[in-house]
C-alpha cells in the first residue's frame, strides 16, 4: 500500500472484499436462523461452522456473539467477559454478531447488529450510526491525527447521548489494521485469536513504535499521528442504557494526494449501509 | 347525606345520581357518578369510613368513568344488619358487592378499587370463585388479602428465620389496634365518645389527611346546595360507622387468618399501591403476592394510610391507566351492538379482535417501566434542567426508564431535544423539550405555566442546570459572577420557587433534586465563585427542605464530584487568554476523561436520594471523602483548597 490504487492492489482489494462480503452473508444468514433460546455459544458455533463449511480455515479472531445488555459490554471488566456466554436470546433483544475470518489469505473483521423482532431503540441505534461513518471517513480524508478523530467521535457520540463502548475493547480501539496472512495449514489460536494474525499485528506494532505510529486506533498518545495507509477495520461502537449497536467494516487508506482516493470505505454495499438507503 | 356531589378537577361539580340496592335484607346506599355507558369503576371504602373517603378520587375519575361507590353495610347510609355478629363475614360483603354491581354494571364486568378494608374485601370478591367474569381489573391499596395474609404468618412460623420473626414482629407491633378492637363494647364506646370526637384531629395531626372541616384548601370544593361541604370528612356518621365496623374485625380475623383458604388465587389483574409509610401495613406482607396473582401491578407510593385523601391525583392517574389497560378498545357501534357489550365466549376470535386483545396484552405489561424504580416513578411527571447534556440527561434517561413522564429543559434547544427523543424510546410514556434559561425569571415563570396547564403538576423536580467557572478571585469580574450566580444559584431559587409552590399548593407531596458539587463544602483557590453558588445551593437546599418537611415535600442535594460531563468542555477560565482557556478546556475535558466517572452513576445516586428521600448525597469517592474531611478534618480541607491544580 504504499501509492495510490494501482491494478495490482485492486486486486487485492478484490481478495478482502469478497472475504469480507462472505462474513457479512453469514451474519445475516445466522441472524435469519436466531430464535428465542437460542445462547450465544451457539450463535458463535453456527457462525464458526457456517464459514468452515465455505472454507475459512484461520481466524483473526474466532466469533464473538453478545446478547441483550451484553451488546453495550455492561459490566464488563476483563476481556475474558467478550466471549460466548450460555445467555439466551429473547424477543426484542438486540444482539450483535462479531467475526474475523481469514480466507485464500485475506482477512475480514465484521460486527453485524440485528435485534430479535421490533425494538425502537436499536433501529434508533443503527440509524444514528451512519453518522459516525461519514464522521470517520471525512475526517480521515482531512488527515486529521486519529486520536483527534477519535475524540470527535466521542464528541459526536455523546451529543447522541450515547456511551463510547468500543472503549470497551482491548487498548479501547475504535479500529486496527489488518493486512494478508499467510495461508498455513497449521494456524492455532491464543485466547480466540489467530496467531498468524497476532504475528502481523505485533510486527506492524513494532515497526510503528519505531516510526511513531501505531496499527491501534485508540484514544491514546501512540495513536496521535495522521491516518496510516493500509486496510483498517473501524468499528464504532454505540452503548445506551443496556443496548448496543455497531457496525464494523474495512476502510482503506492509501497515499494519493485525489482526497476521494485518499480514503474510501472498501465496499459500499453492506447491510447496515444498505439499510440507510432504504430509511432515506 | 353529605355526598351530594362532588368538585371535579375542572372545578365543576360533578352530579351525583344516588339510589338505594337491597339484598340479604340490607339496604345499601350506592352513589353513581359519570355516563353509565363508560367503563364501571366501583370505589369500595374501609375502615373506619364511609363512601366519602372517596370523594376526591371520584371527582377525578367520573370525566373517563362511570364511577360507582357504596357505603357497606352498618356504614354511612346503608343499613345494618341484625343481629351484628355474623352480620359482617367476607360471605355477606361478597353478596353485597354483587348485588350492587348486577344493579349498576348488569353487562359488563367492573373495575373495582378497594382502600384498606374495601381491599381486603375486594381481595376477597377478586379471589372467589363466583364473582368471576364480574370483576374485569382490581386496585388494591393498604388492604391485604386475609388468606394472603394467613398463609404469610404460617410460612414465617413453620420456617422461623430471624428475617421471618422480624417481620412477623414488625407487622405484630403494626396490629395493635387489631387486638384491641376484639375487646366486647369498649371499642364501640370508645367510638361514641372521645374517639369518635377527636378522630378528625387525630387523622390531621398523625395521618397528615387533609380536614374536610377547616378553612378551604386551594382547588378544593365548594357548598353544595344542600349546605354541606360536598369534600366534608369523615362525615357525621363516623362513630356508628366505626362502632359497627368493629365487626369486620371480629367476623372475619380469626376465622381466615386461623384458616385460611388454599385456592385463593386471583381471576383477574391486580394493581397492588402500597404506601411506604403506612403505620398499619408492613410493606412486606405483599411480598409473596406472585403466587396468588398472575397479573400484578406493583406501585408504591410515599404517604401514610389515607391516600385516598391524601394522594387524589396520583390515585386517579394509576387508576385511570390500570383500567384504561384492561378495558377493550373502543369498538364500533356495530361490534357494541352485537357483542351487547359482552365478548361472547367460545366464538373463535376475529383477527380484530384477536390485534385488539394483543393490543390490551401489550398495553398491560407497558404499565410498569423497567427500570429499578418503576413502581416507584410510573406515570409522574419529572421535570429536569440541563437536561440536554452530562447528569441532566442521565437524569432523564433514568427517570423515563423508570416510567416517568418527562421534561426536559436547557439552553440547547438541539441537545435537549434529543434527550426527550430517546427518553421515549427507553420507556417515558410521554416526554417534551423546553427550551429556556433557567436564569430567566420571566421564561421560568411562562414554563411553569405551561406546564401546569398542558402536562400537569411536577412530582419531581430537578434543577440540576449549572455552568463552570474557574479562575483566581481577584480575576473574576462581575460579569462573570453574575453568569455562574444566575445560572446555579439563581436558576435552582426560580425552579425550587416556582415549581415547588405548585407542588405545595397542590398539596399532595412531591420531591425536589438540587445538584450542588463537592465544591459545595470543598474550598479550592481555583473555584471560589463555582464553589460560592454551589455552597449556596446546598444551604438553600437543606433550609428548604426543613420548611417543605411538613406538606411531604422531600428535598435532596447532589454532590457529584468529578463527573465526566461536558461542564468542563464550556467551562469559563477568568485571568487567562482565549488561547490559553482553551487548552485548559481541553486539558480539563481530559482528566475528567481519565476519571470516567459516568454521569449515569450520578442519575442512578439521584432516584435512590428520591426514593429515600435522603439529604446530601456525595457521589464519588472523592465527594464522599472531601465531605467527610469536613467534617473531621477541616484543617486538611483547607491545606488541599491552597493547591493550584495542575492545568
Given at each position: 500500500m ?12 478484490r ?18 436462523r436466531?430464535?428465542p433460546g ?31 445488555d451484553?451488546?453495550?459490554?455492561t ?9 460466548p456466554?450460555n445467555r439466551?436470546l ?22 453485524y ?10 433501529d ?9 461513518r461519514?464522521l470517520?471517513?471525512r475526517?480521515?480524508?482531512?488527515r ?11 464528541r459526536?457520540?455523546?451529543r447522541q ?32 485469536f489467530g ?62 494526494r ?23 | ?5 362532588v ?19 340490607i ?10 355507558a ?8 374501609g ?6 373517603v372517596?370523594?376526591?378520587?371520584a371527582?377525578?375519575l ?7 361507590l ?16 355474623g ?44 364473582t ?16 394472603h395474609f ?39 364506646l ?19 389527611v ?29 362513630p ?6 368493629a ?8 376465622a381466615r ?25 408492613s410493606?412486606?406482607?405483599y ?9 400484578l ?10 391516600v ?6 396520583q390515585?386517579?392517574?394509576?387508576i ?10 373502543p ?25 385488539r ?6 398495553r398491560?405489561?407497558?404499565l ?7 413502581e ?5 411527571l ?8 452530562g ?8 427517570f423515563?426508564?423508570?416510567g ?11 441537545g ?11 420507556g ?56 455562574v ?57 437543606e ?11 422531600g428535598?435532596?442535594v ?29 486539558r ?12 449515569e ?5 439521584i432516584l ?30 483547607r491545606?488541599i ?7
Amino acid at each position: 500500500m504504499a501509492s495510490a490504487v494501482t491494478a495490482e492492489q485492486a486486486t487485492e482489494l478484490r481478495g478482502f472484499r469478497s472475504v469480507q462480503r462472505l462474513a457479512y452473508e453469514c451474519a445475516e444468514a445466522v441472524a435469519a436462523r436466531l430464535r428465542p433460546g437460542v445462547t450465544e455459544r451457539e450463535a458463535a458455533r453456527m457462525q464458526r461452522d457456517w464459514l468452515r463449511a465455505r472454507g475459512v480455515r484461520d481466524w483473526f479472531h474466532l466469533p464473538f456473539a453478545w446478547f441483550g445488555d451484553r451488546t453495550a459490554f455492561t459490566g464488563f471488566r476483563i476481556p475474558l467477559q467478550f466471549f460466548p456466554t450460555n445467555r439466551a436470546l429473547a424477543e426484542g433483544m438486540p444482539f450483535i454478531l462479531d467475526m474475523a475470518p481469514v480466507h485464500g489469505g485475506f482477512t475480514a473483521d465484521v460486527g453485524y447488529s440485528g435485534c430479535l423482532g421490533a425494538n425502537p431503540l436499536h433501529d434508533k441505534l443503527l440509524a444514528d450510526l451512519r453518522a459516525h461513518r461519514e464522521l470517520l471517513l471525512r475526517e480521515v480524508r482531512e488527515r486529521r491525527s486519529l486520536r483527534e478523530i477519535y475524540e470527535d467521535v466521542d464528541r459526536l457520540m455523546v451529543r447522541q447521548g450515547y456511551e463510547n463502548r468500543h472503549r470497551a475493547y482491548p487498548f479501547g480501539v475504535i479500529a486496527h489494521k489488518i493486512d494478508r496472512v499467510k495461508d498455513r495449514r497449521w494456524s492455532p489460536r491464543v485466547l480466540g485469536f489467530g496467531t498468524q494474525a497476532l504475528k502481523g499485528l505485533a510486527s506492524d506494532a513494532l515497526h510503528g513504535h519505531r516510526d511513531g505510529w501505531s496499527p491501534l486506533w485508540s484514544p491514546y498518545r501512540f495513536s496521535d499521528h495522521p491516518p496510516r495507509p493500509g486496510l483498517w477495520a473501524v468499528e464504532p461502537h454505540l452503548g445506551f442504557r443496556g443496548t448496543g449497536a455497531k457496525f464494523e467494516e474495512i476502510l482503506v487508506v492509501t497515499d494519493s494526494r485525489d482526497p476521494a482516493e485518499s480514503a474510501f470505505w472498501l465496499d459500499d454495499d453492506l447491510p447496515h449501509v444498505r439499510r440507510w438507503g432504504k430509511g432515506a | 347525606m353529605s355526598f351530594q356531589s362532588v368538585p371535579s378537577p375542572s372545578g365543576g361539580l360533578v352530579a351525583v345520581r344516588e339510589r338505594r340496592v337491597r339484598t340479604g335484607g340490607i339496604d345499601l346506599c350506592v352513589a353513581e357518578l359519570g355516563d353509565p355507558a363508560r367503563p364501571t369503576v366501583l370505589l369500595v371504602h374501609g375502615y373506619p369510613d364511609s363512601k366519602e373517603v372517596w370523594s376526591q378520587v371520584a371527582g377525578r375519575l367520573a370525566g373517563r368513568f362511570h364511577v360507582v361507590l357504596y357505603d357497606v353495610r352498618g356504614h354511612g347510609g346503608s343499613t345494618a344488619p341484625k343481629p351484628l355478629r355474623g352480620g359482617f363475614t367476607l360471605e355477606k360483603l361478597t353478596d353485597d358487592f354483587l348485588a350492587v354491581a348486577d344493579a349498576v354494571s348488569p353487562h359488563r364486568p367492573v373495575h373495582l378499587v378497594g382502600h384498606d378494608w374495601g381491599s381486603v374485601q375486594g381481595w376477597e370478591f377478586v379471589t372467589v370463585r363466583r364473582t368471576s367474569g364480574r370483576i374485569a381489573s382490581f386496585t388494591s391499596m393498604s388492604g391485604p388479602s386475609l388468606d394472603h395474609f394467613g398463609h404469610w404468618i404460617k410460612r414465617r412460623l413453620t420456617r422461623p428465620t430471624p428475617r421471618a420473626l422480624g417481620q412477623l414482629l414488625g407487622q405484630g407491633a403494626k396490629s395493635w389496634y387489631v387486638y384491641l378492637l376484639h375487646t366486647p363494647v369498649l371499642p364501640e364506646l370508645a367510638w361514641r365518645g372521645p374517639l369518635g370526637r377527636q378522630w378528625p384531629r387525630l387523622l390531621e395531626r398523625f395521618e397528615k389527611v387533609p380536614s374536610g372541616r377547616g378553612p378551604q384548601a386551594p382547588g378544593g370544593g365548594t357548598e353544595s346546595a344542600s349546605g354541606h361541604r360536598p369534600d366534608a370528612y369523615p362525615t357525621a356518621s363516623l362513630p356508628d360507622d366505626a362502632a359497627h365496623g368493629a365487626w369486620l374485625y371480629r367476623d372475619n380475623i380469626h376465622a381466615r387468618l386461623s384458616r385460611p383458604r388454599a385456592d385463593a388465587h386471583a381471576h383477574a389483574p391486580v394493581q397492588l399501591i402500597t404506601p411506604t409509610g403506612d403505620a398499619f401495613l408492613s410493606e412486606r406482607l405483599y411480598d409473596d403476592l406472585e403466587r396468588w396473582v398472575p397479573q400484578l401491578v406493583r406501585r408504591t407510593l410515599p404517604a401514610k394510610h389515607w391516600v385516598p385523601r391524601t394522594r387524589p391525583d396520583q390515585l386517579a392517574s394509576w387508576i385511570t391507566d390500570f383500567v384504561t389497560a384492561h378495558e377493550p378498545e373502543p369498538e364500533t357501534g356495530a361490534e357494541r351492538a352485537a357483542l351487547g357489550g359482552v365478548a361472547p365466549a367460545g366464538v373463535a376470535l376475529g383477527p380484530a379482535e384477536k390485534a385488539r386483545r394483543e393490543n390490551r396484552a401489550r398495553r398491560a405489561r407497558d404499565l410498569v417501566a423497567s427500570g429499578p424504580y418503576g413502581e416507584r416513578f410510573g406515570g409522574q411527571l419529572v421535570l429536569v434542567t440541563g437536561a440536554a447534556s452530562g447528569i441532566g440527561r442521565a437524569t432523564a434517561f433514568a427517570f423515563a426508564e423508570s416510567g416517568a413522564r418527562v421534561v426536559a429543559v436547557d439552553r440547547d434547544a438541539e441537545g435537549v431535544a434529543r434527550t426527550a427523543e430517546m427518553a421515549r424510546l427507553i420507556g417515558a410514556p410521554q416526554a417534551w423539550a423546553e427550551t429556556v434559561d433557567v436564569g430567566d425569571e420571566e421564561a421560568m415563570e411562562k414554563l411553569a405555566q405551561k406546564v401546569a396547564a398542558e402536562y400537569g403538576t411536577v412530582d419531581v423536580l430537578v434543577n440540576n442546570a449549572g455552568v463552570g467557572l474557574s479562575g483566581p478571585f481577584l480575576d473574576t469580574t462581575s460579569e462573570d459572577w453574575k453568569r455562574v450566580l444566575d445560572v446555579n444559584l439563581w436558576g435552582v431559587i426560580h425552579g425550587c420557587r416556582i415549581f415547588g409552590g405548585q407542588m405545595a399548593a397542590r398539596g399532595e407531596g412531591g420531591h425536589i433534586v438540587n445538584t450542588a458539587s463537592a465544591a459545595a463544602y470543598q474550598p479550592s483557590r481555583a473555584l471560589p465563585a463555582y464553589s460560592t453558588s454551589k455552597a449556596a445551593v446546598l444551604m438553600l437546599s437543606e433550609c428548604l427542605r426543613a420548611e417543605l418537611a411538613g406538606q411531604d415535600i422531600g428535598v435532596s442535594v447532589i454532590c457529584p464530584g468529578f463527573v465526566n460531563t461536558n461542564i468542563t468542555a464550556t467551562a469559563r477560565f477568568t485571568g487567562v487568554s482565549a488561547e490559553e482557556e482553551k487548552r485548559r478546556r481541553k486539558r480539563t475535558a481530559r482528566l475528567y476523561g481519565l476519571r470516567n466517572y459516568p454521569p449515569e452513576k450520578v442519575a442512578d445516586a439521584i432516584l435512590r436520594a428520591v426514593v429515600r428521600n435522603e439529604a446530601v448525597v456525595p457521589v464519588t469517592p472523592e465527594a464522599r471523602g472531601a465531605r467527610l474531611l469536613s467534617r473531621l478534618a477541616p484543617r486538611a480541607l483547607r491545606a488541599i483548597a491552597r493547591v493550584e491544580p495542575p492545568l
